[in-house]
């Protein structure tokens, strides 16, 4: 065997072997490779809003959260969001972190990115934060149907995983809760035993879909 035709077969191994990695890396959780259930539908679009964004749920895969208060007391679980979600996932093209904070606190922001960045210099590109009242956060949070409250202040340490049609996605078999709604942002031992799985699996379901429609579309 030439030495072409043997770098032939490597490249052809790669290329057969890598999307089976990614598979097999995706269908690694708990859901194995299941769709999350959709909760919620019909969620408030985020240009409904601000009409001035160019920021969506549509054909976004998004991590959403309510930061109404003073983003100082939200350092702990932003940075834990950061660590274990954001710079796993960031890298897919249709991933993004979405935060509803209240305007009066909207010269926090870039302090709270620069504490982010510190030490490690992450892209924080997909952070993405919108500046509205307390008001409207309280009724895009209620848009969700979610046993949880806001703060007075319009907080929540919790946050969810909405997919490209505006739904939330979660659990309604979870072991500890029956319905997992969101996921505790204070709590690391969540995050990395149920939130990581669910945003695999998610991420993994719209890849299986893209890969069937565009095999079928070659038929």
Same mark, same amino acid.
């Given at each position: ?24 890396? @995706? ?64 890298? @897919?093209?249709?991933?993004? @972190? ?6 009066? @606190? ?114």
């Amino acid at each position: 065997m030439g030495k072409t035709d043997f770098k032939k077969k490597i490249v052809l191994g790669v290329l057969f072997v890598f999307p089976l990695l990614v598979y097999l890396f @995706f269908a690694s959780g708990k859901n194995n490779f299941a769709k999350l259930p959709v909760l919620t539908t019909n969620i408030i679009e985020i240009s409904e809003l601000d009409s001035l964004t160019s920021i969506q749920f549509k054909e976004k895969i998004s991590i959403l959260g309510y930061w109404g208060g003073s983003l100082v007391d939200k350092q702990a679980e932003a940075l834990n969001l950061n660590e274990k979600i954001y710079k796993r996932f960031y890298e @897919f093209e249709d991933f993004q @972190f979405v935060f509803l904070v209240n305007e009066k @606190f909207s010269n926090e922001v870039e302090k709270l990115k620069k504490s982010l960045k510190e030490g490690v210099g992450t892209d924080l590109s997909k952070w993405n934060f919108i500046s509205v009242s307390r008001n409207t956060i309280k009724t895009h949070f209620q848009s969700l149907k979610t046993p949880f409250k806001l703060s007075p202040e319009g907080s929540t340490p919790f946050v969810f995983i909405i997919d490209k049609n505006a739904s939330l996605r979660g659990r309604n078999d979870d072991e500890d809760q029956g319905v997992l709604y969101g996921f505790d942002a204070r709590s690391v031992a969540q995050i990395n035993k149920k939130m990581i799985d669910d945003v695999k699996v998610i991420l993994a379901e719209y890849r299986l879909a893209l890969k069937i429609y565009n095999t079928n579309r070659d038929k």
